[in-house]
């Protein structure tokens, strides 16, 4: 992939977003980050002094029991009575929070730019939330208490823990308790066949639930970083179950976990594959148009897919949903983009290029860091201090259930955020022909998560002033996962419209409006309408030329 302009690495210090997972945590750009501090600090120790004495006036209003500071009344960290009630704790916990306080109001005392006090903020906050008293046994009353209860057992299971977790899961604190859960027993349920296999992916086609079906079929296409069964974890959560409990003709890509000797598997690869098996789908449907949807990763295949396609003179889409996906990233999407810049992103080209895959675990831990309190040290007291089990739950099961990402695969998204290929005017070369979204006429449904912190929403509302058709954009309530699972019996569901869109996505949230109820629903009206009249279902999967052959949720995803 190549830029006309050739500023790739301008571009890629000023546009990249977040601290995303695919580049990694740039260990080079986190001691540039302290090296900075302390070279500030030489210069200016008068600035240094005064914080210093400031921290010190903090301490004696601790130890004199006058000092004010307490954690936010969410902070879970910090429930139990005992940091209210007792000094030594209470005293303990002060002393954090006054340290806390005084190394960012020294920060912001500095004299660096806006990019270098990003960096400095983030690694001192990271380093400030791992010294937190309630990571260590003997500052965690909770803890302390459970040990007391137990005899010291919880203790020696929390032991056995982080021996498992350092000999199984690379060191880090497992999320979830693995033991109940297996694909295609209480996972992946849904009725379906897989009826065309490649190298690449496997096609399932999921059995029809109504007498009538829409005319026009649904292909999903998950993204290639993750296993397919999010859209199928349970009846409850499965958006394949709901989908065909409406009519709706559901196939699905499951992509092959790649291993090394992939490693050549690069976008245009997978942009093949997506147009072989929308081809099949076409075929059992007896059908010329398909609707697509894709999410994260899945969502910039698919965009790069339809302005290929587009280019060609092939209208074969009807209609696109793209969910919690960004195309055009800005490193001020999030706090962490001050980490990364163009030596960050070739590091991590580097680094997949000589494995030949980025791995799935190495992928799991930048997730993990991307918030490390909820992610991290939230499982080290649980799994270690408390002695217990993580907890059971489906959705952290497929979060922990990783695949691979080619090193083509990668180096190609890495180039996405080096050439901002989908930002208009871009230029940019792929697969003969140059990137231009507003070629794509086919109505789009955009929908992104408010609290995500991986595909912010900020960032994933601009791609609606970047298709050619007709774009709605839904903000759902929760993360990046917890945003796509909104079935409509949740209570708690709700999102946010403004049909008017504006350019600025601040304006479009001060004219939003509340919805209760899942987008779910909202979006099956929006693709009913786009998937032609109803017919008689299909007495059985596949045809003469793509028959059925094995069970879904099929092999590749065991794998």
């Known amino acids: 992939m190549t830029n006309a302009d050739q500023n790739l690495g301008r571009k890629a210090d000023e546009n990249t977003v977040a601290m995303s997972p695919l580049i990694g945590l740039p260990r080079e750009e986190l001691l540039a980050a302290i090296g900075t501090v302390l070279k500030e600090t030489a210069r200016h120790p008068v600035t240094f002094a005064r914080h210093a004495g400031t921290f010190g006036k903090d301490v004696f209003d601790i130890v004199r029991g006058k000092s004010a500071l307490q954690p936010a009344p969410k902070d879970r960290r910090f429930q139990d009575p005992t940091w209210s009630f007792n000094p030594v704790y209470k005293a303990g916990l002060q002393g954090w929070m006054a340290l806390q306080k005084g190394l960012n109001n020294w920060v912001g005392d500095l004299s660096l730019d806006e990019l270098e006090r990003a960096r400095a903020q983030i690694v001192l906050n990271m380093v400030v939330d791992a010294l937190s008293p309630t990571n260590s046994l003997i500052g965690n009353p909770a803890a302390l208490k459970r040990a007391y209860e137990t005899g010291g057992l919880s203790l020696v299971n929390g032991l056995k823990n ?24 209480n996972l992946a349920l849904s009725q379906g066949a897989v009826i065309h296999r490649t190298e690449m992916a496997e096609l399932i086609q999921y059995k029809p639930q109504t007498p009538e079906v829409y005319e026009i079929p649904i292909l999903i296409v998950p993204p290639q970083i993750n296993k397919f069964y999010v859209t199928d974890l349970c009846p409850e959560l499965s958006l394949v179950n709901y989908l065909t409990q409406l009519g709706h003709q559901v196939f699905i890509v499951s992509w092959r976990n790649p291993s090394k000797e992939h490693a050549h598997w690069g976008l245009e690869a997978y942009i093949r594959a997506v147009i072989e098996l929308s081809d099949v789908v076409m075929s059992v449907t007896r059908q010329k148009k398909l609707n697509v949807a894709a999410a994260c990763s899945g969502g910039i295949t698919t965009s790069m897919l339809v302005s290929y396609l587009a280019a060609q003179g092939d209208d074969r889409i009807n209609a696109i949903t793209l969910q919690v996906c960004v195309l055009d990233p800005r490193r001020t999407d999030s706090e962490m983009g001050a980490l990364v810049n163009k030596r960050g992103i ?17 992928l799991a831990r930048m997730f993990a860091w991307l ?38 695969l990668h180096s190609d998204y890495l180039s ?8 208009p005017g ?18 789009t449904f955009i929908v992104a998560g408010m609290t995500d912190h991986i595909t912010p929403w900020k960032a994933c509302y ?3 002033h970047l298709y050619g058709g007709d774009t709605t954009f839904v903000l759902s309530a929760g993360g990046h996962i917890q945003a796509l699972l909104n079935p409509p019996l949740n209570p708690k569901a709700k999102h946010y419209m403004n049909p008017a869109n504006p350019e600025n996505c601040e304006e ?10 899942s987008w779910w629903d909202r979006w099956a009206v929006w693709l009913s309408e786009r998937s032609g009249t109803p017919k008689k279902a299909p007495r059985q999967l596949g045809s003469k030329k793509y028959p059925p052959f094995e069970k879904a949720p099929g092999s590749y995803v065991y794998h």
Do not use: C
């Open 162 to 185: 982080a021996y498992n977790d350092i000999t199984t899961n690379g060191g880090m604190p497992s999320q979830v308790n693995k033991k109940p859960f297996k694909v295609g027993e």
């Open 346 to 362: 070739d590091l991590a080209r580097k680094r997949s290029a000589k494995k030949g895959v980025l791995e799935g675990g190495d």
């Open 371 to 408: 918030r490390p309190n909820d992610l991290v040290w939230n499982y080290v007291v649980n799994n270690y201090l408390l002695g217990e089990e993580p907890p059971a739950f489906n959705i952290l099961y497929w979060n922990n259930d990783s695949t691979n990402l080619t090193a083509a």
């Open 416 to 423: 996405l955020y080096e050439d901002q290929p989908f930002s």
């Open 426 to 443: 871009a230029g940019v070369e792929f697969m003969g022909h140059t990137v231009d979204l507003k070629k794509v006429t086919a109505d």
């Open 462 to 464: 601009r791609s609606t």
């Open 508 to 517: 479009w949230l001060a004219g939003a409006n509340e919805h209760k109820g």
